[in-house]
């Protein structure tokens, strides 16, 4: 996401970007992102210093073309041009490095956000419960998550599935047991319960639904949390909607349906 942002505003191929992170060889320390936060401040961070990086080579670009900046524009693949030519940013960095040329080039930018950008999602799920064993299961689950404009959909897609995929194994199957003592006898992922292939609902869909946000880099939104957050209680209200039953405590298992319909 920060290499295409980064790439669209300086007109060039996104294998042109390099994004180095966790070394502070190369820049300043940062706790880090978190709380569905990479998009809305790594990204701006990387747009505004993208956008100081440009005027530097605006500038020593119209001056190897002899042309006023305002007379030049960036262009893609990566290229100061004029009205008679252009000058390609290897050119420029060349240039800069030869002889008593200006140096390197660098562009710096740091983003504190003055306002929140939440991201919104609903979530549906049809499941059959057999009111007999208690058994649950999951047909359809459809998730649409605003994700402002999308800088990368297919990645965003990617996130969605993932993250919907695991909060149905935390809705569904997943479980740490423990003994009388403490000691949790889960031990690996088998006995744990993580959803397999098999599990994924048979009509199982994640859509984007694109917004214009004011505070993400070019109307991005972050989507990280939101896609685990709507799937336990889309299931619950379907288990109700099924059965007449609210389950309110993960996982929904077969004994807690035969619980609450009063069969055990």
């Given at each position: 996401v920060v290499t295409k942002l980064a790439a669209e505003v300086l007109h060039c191929p996104p294998q042109d970007v390099h994004v180095i992170s966790g070394d502070t060889d190369h820049?300043?320390?940062?706790?880090?992102?978190?709380?569905?936060?990479?998009?809305c401040f790594s990204?701006?961070?990387?747009?505004?210093?993208a956008e100081n990086l440009r005027e530097k080579i605006l500038f020593h670009g119209a001056q190897m073309l002899g042309k006023a900046v305002a007379d030049v524009q960036l262009a893609t693949p990566g290229v100061v041009r004029g009205k008679k030519g252009e000058v390609s940013f290897g050119d420029i960095a060349h240039k800069g490095e030869t002889g008593t040329g200006f140096g390197?080039?660098?562009?710096?930018?740091?983003?504190?956000?003055?306002?929140?950008?939440f991201p919104y999602g609903a979530?549906?799920?049809?499941?059959?419960?057999?009111?007999?064993?208690?058994?649950?299961?999951?047909?359809?689950?459809?998730?649409?998550?605003d994700c402002g404009t999308p800088v990368n959909p297919e990645l965003a897609l990617g996130q969605i599935y993932g993250a919907t995929l695991r909060a149905i194994g935390h809705s569904m199957s997943e479980e740490i047991i423990y003994d009388a003592e403490?000691?949790?006898?889960?031990?690996?992922?088998?006995?744990?319960?993580?959803?397999?292939?098999g599990d994924i609902p048979r009509d199982f869909r994640a859509v984007l639904v694109p917004s214009d946000d004011k505070v993400g880099p070019f109307g991005a939104k972050s989507i990280s949390?939101?896609?685990?957050?709507?799937?336990?209680?889309?299931?619950?209200?379907?288990i109700h909607d099924a059965c007449g039953i609210w389950l309110r405590e993960w996982h929904f298992t077969p004994e807690k349906i035969l619980t609450a319909l009063e069969k055990i």
């Open positions: 820049a300043l320390f940062d706790k880090g992102a978190y709380a569905s936060s990479g998009t990204g701006n961070a990387a747009r505004l210093a390197s080039l660098v562009g710096t930018g740091s983003y504190i956000t003055p306002d929140f950008a979530n549906f799920a049809e499941v059959a419960v057999n009111t007999r064993t208690g058994e649950i299961r999951l047909d359809k689950f459809y998730a649409l998550l403490g000691h949790p006898l889960t031990r690996d992922l088998r006995s744990y319960g993580a959803p397999k292939i949390e939101i896609g685990v957050n709507g799937a336990a209680p889309a299931i619950a209200t379907a």
